[in-house]
């Protein structure tokens, strides 16, 4: 039958194209975990202050035979580079030239017969000197 165009009766249907789902942004997870004990250790640092705090900032620097040692401190406002971390109404402000050593880390506050103090755990560590008061990645 001749309906005045020039499409055959048998003419495929149109092909779509190749669509591919959209992907869903991963959570991304964070640079740093503390554990239960490091949070209230540092609630109670940050209480005794006396003064606001945007959070503690940690980063590395160079020192000790391995290398590389944690920094903290207060941070009085978030610098424009600072990775940011907030768990359990702690904000932990990461320096932005740390975030490769730290990335990963689990941060612990451990209380001990003879010392107390924060202990890293960082998955990147290649090694500690002796007396652990520095890494290298």
């Keep these: ?5 020039n499409i055959p009766d048998s003419a495929p249907a149109a092909v779509a194209p190749d669509v591919k789902p959209k992907r869903v942004p991963r959570a991304r997870p964070a640079a740093i975990n503390l554990t239960a004990a490091a949070v209230e250790r540092v609630k109670a640092l940050l209480d005794k202050r006396g003064k606001p705090s945007a959070g503690i900032r940690i980063g590395v620097k160079t020192k000790g035979c391995s290398g590389l040692s ?49 202990v890293f755990r960082n998955p990147n560590e290649k090694g500690r000197c002796g007396c652990g008061e520095s890494f290298h990645v």
């Design 1 to 5: 039958m001749d309906t005045g165009t």
């Design 70 to 118: 944690y920094t903290l401190e207060f941070a009085d406002e978030k610098g424009p580079a600072d990775e940011v971390v907030q768990q359990d109404g702690v904000t932990v402000l990461i320096d932005p030239k740390a975030i490769l050593f730290i990335l990963g880390t689990e941060m612990d506050y451990v209380e001990e017969k003879l010392q107390s103090g924060f």
